[in-house]
């Protein structure tokens, strides 16, 4: 185990549907990121929390909405998703301390497998 | 922008063999960090080995080294003693060095890696 939990680690919604995803990590990093996992493509970086403050969001669709309460917990909700959307949801967390050595490795959860239909 | 490119989308090894996954990359950076992540079936994604651009000697961890060609843009994964436990999927990552975008990894699509008996 990386120290990262995700929940629930299966989720099937229909478009009209709201849910949330979860991640908790249990690292003391201030830095966590959503990362979607779709089949036979790179992992695409959705989201970036650092110190609780959103750093970056790579032109995800506004279906999708990362809250960050604190540094330990880090959510998706979802709303209206399309078919499209189904994918392995990932969660990460780093330290973001110095960006000129390893402190920031990004730790993995094991993901939420989202079917939407 | 970087990119990451893995050719190979499957690979397999007979047990206790070597084999070697290929990554190449593109980048205008002179510093950056590579890595590779394994993904096993239970999909948690840990990281196997990491390179640092500016040193030249190669990264070795266990049975895992890597074929760093700075010039050549290329991070190859070689697994020596090829273990079934060895088995997943094998991602190439690129980040960048430099402040700011330094906490995003570019991932490339992943090598799936079948070890036989």
């Known amino acids: 185990e990386t120290g990262v939990t995700q929940t629930p680690r299966h989720l099937v919604m229909g478009m009209t549907n709201k849910k949330s995803l979860k991640c908790e990590q249990h690292?003391?990093?201030?830095?966590m990121y959503w990362y979607k996992q779709s089949a036979k493509k790179p992992l695409e970086l959705m989201f970036v929390?650092?110190?609780?403050?959103?750093?970056e969001n790579n032109s995800v669709p506004s279906r999708f909405s990362p809250e960050c309460p604190n540094s330990s917990h880090l959510f998706l909700h979802l709303h209206t998703l399309q078919p499209e959307d189904s994918a392995l949801y990932l969660c990460?967390?780093?330290?973001?301390?110095?960006?000129?050595?390893?402190?920031?490795?990004?730790?993995f959860g094991p993901g939420t497998r989202l079917t939407v239909l | 922008a970087q990119t990451v490119t893995q050719s190979q989308p499957e690979m397999s090894v007979q047990e206790a063999e070597t084999v070697t996954l290929s990554c190449t990359y593109d980048?205008?950076?002179?510093?950056?960090?590579l890595f590779w992540y394994k993904q096993p079936p239970s999909r948690q994604m840990i990281l196997v080995i990491r390179?640092?651009?500016?040193?030249?000697q190669n990264a070795t961890e266990n049975r895992f080294s890597v074929n760093f060609q700075k010039a050549a843009k290329s991070f190859s994964l070689k697994i020596s003693d090829s273990q079934l436990g060895d088995a997943a999927m094998y991602f190439c990552?690129?980040?960048?060095?430099?402040?700011?975008?330094?906490?995003?990894?570019?991932f490339g699509s992943g090598t799936q890696l079948t070890v036989l008996p």
């Open positions: 990460a967390s780093s330290q973001d301390w110095d960006i000129s050595g390893f402190y920031n490795e990004q730790f």
């Open positions: 690292l003391g990093h201030n830095a």
């Open positions: 929390y650092n110190f609780k403050e959103q750093t």
């Open positions: 980048t205008s950076e002179s510093d950056y960090y």
């Open positions: 390179q640092e651009a500016y040193k030249q």
């Open positions: 990552a690129y980040r960048s060095a430099s402040s700011g975008s330094a906490r995003q990894l570019t």
